[in-house]
């Protein structure tokens, strides 16, 4: 019992095919790049935050990012209270 696949995905691999592989290669990976650059200001902007209550805060989100950047964790929600200094972190482990 095959998967048939949905117009768009067929519409999709009919563009992969046929393209230029410049043009194929930027639409694939332009938005991974924009999605990784964003996580990295974001990783930043955590830290100056953090900067700014103590310098185990500071410690804290290094430990974190560490962490996370290997696959152990993954960040199911992170918000940011700038009013009172607090970051939230809510995490889940991955299997």
Known sequence: ???IASAKDESFREYVITASP???LFTVCGPLALYQA???IFKIMDTLM???VSAG???AISSLTQIT???AIVPAHTSC???HGVMY????VCS
Do not use: D, E, I, P
């Open 1 to 3: 019992m095959g998967k």
């Open 50 to 52: 953090a900067a700014h």
């Open 22 to 24: 410049l043009k194929v």
């Open 69 to 71: 950047s290997r696959g």
């Open 57 to 59: 805060a500071v410690s």
């Open 89 to 92: 972190l809510n995490y889940r």
């Open 81 to 83: 209270c700038s009013l």
């Open 38 to 40: 964003m996580q990295q």
